[in-house]
């Protein structure tokens, strides 16, 4: 019965998540207590909950990108930070400044060769604004992605983002995910940065595994919301 009714209760939420889904999903910065820095953040519907993690459903929303190859994800990321940060400050052909947003996503590559660069994606999403019609990058290393409708399991962390700790929170949500046999992309996650790094106090970091497969994910894993 409460199986039941838990299901009932979960189609209704991914109902409700597509018909939000298109609104835009760039907004004000959110009611999510994480998002403190940027004027705007991206926007998503919580599916539900347990103590390591969350599912999230996120609308498609529109990117500007760039890569850095490295052997270590400290120093390439500064380096593709900056120019991220230069094309929303005005290095793009309308000569704008658009407004900060978060969060930074640094796109992390499973499968690492010890004597080989490893290729980290560094994405700002772009604001509300400049979502339908963003200005060319005048540097030719940026290029726009579009990010599909997903479904993510979020793990959060606070302190700062480096390739230790991001790696560490990725395999304590992988153990999680493959206990609950939630089925995910293996071959990558994603860093997510909410703060500058001059921020002391509550920072906020995420750990994204992209969830797979159809239905989606909420209907077995989140019962520790529910309980009967
Ligand atoms: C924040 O919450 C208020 C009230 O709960 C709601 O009206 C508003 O749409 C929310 N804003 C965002 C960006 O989700
Ligand atoms: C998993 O992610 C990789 C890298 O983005 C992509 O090429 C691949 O198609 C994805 N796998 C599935 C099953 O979607």
Request: hydrophobic content about 40%; charged content about 20%.
């Amino acid at each position: 019965m409460c199986v039941l009714i838990f299901r009932a209760f979960v189609s209704v939420i991914a109902v409700l998540a597509l018909l939000v889904s298109a609104e835009g999903s760039v907004g004000p910065s959110t009611n999510a207590s994480f998002c403190t820095e940027s004027k705007e953040c991206l926007e998503y519907q919580l599916v539900c909950k347990t103590d390591e993690y969350e599912v999230r459903h996120y609308s498609p929303t529109r990117w500007v990108s760039t890569d850095a190859e490295a052997y270590f994800m400290g120093v390439g990321a500064a380096m593709a930070f900056r120019r991220l940060f230069q094309y929303i400050t005005g290095a793009n052909n309308a000569g704008v400044h658009m407004e900060m947003t978060a969060p930074v996503l640094v796109k992390i590559p499973e499968e690492t060769q010890m004597w080989e660069p490893t290729i980290y994606t560094l994405s700002f999403p772009l604001s509300a604004a400049y979502q339908d019609q963003p200005p060319e990058p005048t540097n030719d290393k940026l290029y726009f992605t579009e990010m599909p409708e997903m479904d993510v399991y979020v793990r959060s962390y606070g302190g700062w983002m480096l390739s230790v700790t991001s790696r560490l929170h990725a395999h304590l949500l992988t153990k999680e995910l493959e206990r609950v046999k939630a089925p995910y992309n293996s071959t990558f996650h994603y860093g997510v940065g909410y703060d500058s790094p001059l921020k002391l106090l509550n920072r906020h970091n995420e750990v994204w595994y992209v969830a797979e497969g159809e239905p989606p994910p909420a209907s077995n894993m989140c019962f520790h919301l529910f309980r009967c």
